[in-house]
Nanobody, 115 residues
Framework: QVQLVESGGGLVQPGGSLRLSCAAP????????MGWYRQAPGKQRELVAS???????NYADSAKGRFTISRDNNKNTVSLQMNSLKPEDTAVYYC?????????WGQGTQVTVSS
């Protein structure tokens, strides 16, 4: 079935940067809104950023000015550039694809921001 494959997570110091990427099947990529969610221990899963096929973006307040979501329609990938990382950004980050009827999730990639 549909497979979303994330990569790019890891350990970084506060103020550092990471770039996450997600590969999606070409059969759905152009028809779905792509997004990144995260879930930290003891918290609900929350939207970090999303992007439509037309390039319209949406960000959580906590991500505005620091994170940038983008998509490569030729490679069927979506990326999340994360700058000025803070310890509170520590979470498992999940790639998401959805339209009106269906939602798909990646398995998640761990991001840890610590000194």
């Amino acid at each position: 079935q549909v497979q979303l494959v994330e990569s790019g997570g890891g350990l970084v110091q506060p103020g550092g940067s990471l770039r996450l990427s997600c590969a999606a099947p070409g059969s759905i990529f152009s028809r779905y809104v792509m997004g990144w969610y995260r879930q930290a221990p003891g918290k609900q899963r929350e939207l970090v950023a999303s992007i439509t096929s037309g390039g319209s973006t949406n960000y959580a307040d906590s991500a505005k000015g620091r994170f940038t979501i983008s998509r490569d329609n030729n490679k069927n990938t979506v990326s999340l550039q994360m700058n000025s990382l803070k310890p509170e950004d520590t979470a498992v980050y999940y790639c998401n694809a959805k339209n009106y009827y269906f939602t798909y999730w990646g398995q998640g990639t761990q991001v840890t921001v610590s000194s």
